[in-house]
């Protein structure tokens, strides 16, 4: 169990039946009455945050997260499938579980598998990826002045604005936390 004293940015508990990571917290001490704990809280599945208050000396239940290095093999149907770096187990995850992430999935992508008590809830992927670029508009010669910017195809099928002088079959970096260029690889 973890008193509300025991806070620390990053730690998971468990609020409410429901998994949570601290994101922000302040210990506040009104003029009357007992200090309580302003918290931001992160749920680990839905990824939405919540802002609570908690009286001071509550205690919560510790979730441990553990990550794994998974490799993405294939999707098939609407399903994609993993293999971990240890064990060679294959697992399948459901989009939903991905959400954008799917955008920039490709053949032996190395990623991290995050497991809430052995549940997977989630994966990681490398912040910035290499990616093909699958089809590219034409740009205008002399709008380069501007940084104006074109609509191209990676080769998962993601569209991503990039500069101008890319072209198909360009090499790219991506930052897949927003989906932006950002160089040529």
């Given amino acids: 169990m973890i008193s509300t004293s025991d806070f620390k940015n990053g730690t998971n508990i468990l609020v ?7 994101a922000w917290f302040q210990n506040h001490k009104p003029g009357k009455g007992g200090a309580v704990m302003r918290v931001k809280l992160r749920h680990l599945k839905k990824g939405g945050i919540i802002e609570r208050t908690f009286k001071s000396g509550e205690k919560f239940k510790a979730l441990t997260i553990t990550r794994q290095k998974k490799r993405f093999l294939y999707k098939e ?11 060679y187990e ?23 598998a995050i497991y809430l ?5 989630g994966i990681d992927l490398p912040v910035i990826i290499e990616m093909t670029i699958a089809e590219a508009e034409h740009g205008i ?10 609509t191209a195809k990676l080769e998962t099928g993601a569209d991503i604005h ?13 930052d897949t936390r927003t989906g932006e260029y950002v160089e040529r690889a």
């Fill in 16 to 22: 409410d039946g429901e998994p949570y990571q601290i």
């Fill in 117 to 121: 008590e052995n549940e997977l809830i």
């Fill in 77 to 87: 149907s609407n399903n994609f499938n993993f293999m971990d770096m240890d064990t």
């Fill in 162 to 174: 990039v500069p101008l002088f890319i072209k198909e079959g360009d090499r790219i970096k991506v």
């Fill in 90 to 112: 294959q697992i399948t995850v459901h989009p939903e579980l991905l959400g954008k992430m799917v955008n920039f999935l490709k053949e032996n992508l190395e990623v991290e």
């Fill in 141 to 150: 010669k002399g709008d380069s002045v501007s940084n104006t910017t074109k």
